[in-house]
């Protein structure tokens, strides 16, 4: 299928964190010491130079854990977490080693609340690329107020004359050029601010670079085209916008198994696969949609078009498919709450507008055509 819009803006995905087969990443979970007659964990008290040494493991127990000013050479070591691709656990020495069974009871022990934080924050990484997908609209902007792409010129701070201008007519004098150059020059920028708001509101070509820049330079979790056009002289964007396919989204989601100390990784339904995909499509035209309203203030109505590549079951082809389209007035889009927009079902948003969509209670989309004005 051909653009059917001359302007072209592909929105590129920004640094995101992969998680590879053999592990996620390491940190070191503090130190344990080991001494020739056993597992020892050592306790400083600072600004004394004393330690208590209490024995862990091996060997027979004393009746009790004797004070001292600790000089016996003690072996460190450095404990390493690794995180394989099935949300197993792993301990290793520095060298990378396997540790022991009992040293990984004991760094379990002493560490698990560490051990614990660390499994929590690899598994928001592991679920925050999914999270992204889900979350694009809530960074929109409101339609007025928030976006400034022209910024008004300040008045500029007219220094006052003080005693010394009182009594030397050459000081004060200087005082009154230096306000009167202040004041000229900000009048020439509220000049030029002036014509750039006029073609902001006018200039059709200047609103689609205006407007290009702003999606361009969005933060986004896939790469997708849109092509637009200005229309109706500015009041008018007419936007198509190349969806990312179902394909592309994550099939698994991460947990926190703290009885285990691990990730428990869970393959996720087809059905909340087409079901996550839905929302993912609809946030991605909610966040367009915004930004244009937010970036040129003469257009008073978003006709966007999403679609995507999938196969013709009658010819084993891939073609593209139209999943929405929808027409959104500037006035309709000011009754949206922008300060609460977690709360939003941003699919069933749709409904207060113009739309074509043909959607299961499954999550199952079919093709529509979409509008052409």
């Keep these: 299928m051909g653009f059917r819009f001359r302007k072209s803006i592909k929105i590129a995905p920004g640094v995101r964190v992969n998680v590879g087969k053999r592990g996620v990443s390491s940190i070191s979970v503090g130190k344990t010491n080991i001494g020739k007659r056993g597992v020892y964990q050592n306790i400083n008290i600072p600004g004394t130079g004393v330690s208590y040494r209490a024995k862990i493991g091996g060997g027979t127990p004393r009746r009790k854990t004797r004070a ?11 404990v390493t977490l690794k995180l394989l691709e099935d949300g197993t656990l792993i301990f290793e020495d520095s060298k990378g080693h396997p540790l022991p069974e009992a040293l990984v009871r004991e760094a379990k022990r002493q560490q698990r ?14 679920n925050a690329n999914h999270q992204e997908l889900l979350n694009i609209h809530l960074a929109t902007p409101p339609p007025e107020g928030k976006v400034i792409v022209n910024p008004k010129p300040r008045p500029p701070r007219l220094q006052k004359p003080g005693i010394m201008a009182k009594i030397f007519k050459g000081y004060r004098k200087r005082i009154e050029e230096k306000n009167k150059a202040a004041q000229q020059e900000y009048l020439k920028a509220l000049e030029r601010w002036k014509r750039a708001e006029e073609s902001l509101r006018t200039d059709v070509e200047v609103m689609e670079q205006v407007l290009g820049k702003a999606l361009s330079s969005l933060q986004w979790p896939r790469e997708t085209i849109v092509n637009f056009e200005i229309v109706d002289d500015g009041r008018k964007v007419l936007v198509d916008v190349d969806l990312p396919e179902i394909e592309d989204m994550p099939t698994k989601e991460a947990k926190v198994n703290r009885r285990n100390l691990r990730l428990t990784i869970r393959e996720r339904s087809q059905k909340q696969i087409r079901l996550d995909y839905l929302w993912h499509i609809h946030a991605v035209g909610f966040r367009i949609i915004g930004e244009i309203f937010a970036h040129l203030p003469s257009v008073e109505m978003v006709v966007l078009s999403a679609y995507s590549q999938r196969v013709d079951k009658r010819t084993g082809t891939v073609k593209d498919d139209y999943l ?23 699919v069933a948003s749709f409904d207060r507008f113009e739309v074509r969509r043909k959607i299961t209670k499954t999550g199952v989309i079919s093709a529509i055509e979409p509008f052409e004005q």
Excluded: G, P
């Excluded at 001292?68 to 450095?78: C, D, H, I, M, P």
């Excluded at 007035?329 to 949206?336: C, Q």
């Design 113 to 126: 609340s560490s051990i614990e934080a660390w499994l929590e924050e690899q598994c928001h990484k592991y």
């Design 68 to 78: 001292s000013r600790s000089k016996t050479k003690k072996e460190v070591l450095q």
């Design 324 to 346: 929405y389209s929808v027409r959104v007035l500037r006035d309709e889009w000011r009754e949206i709450n922008f300060s609460n927009l977690k709360a939003l079902d941003v």
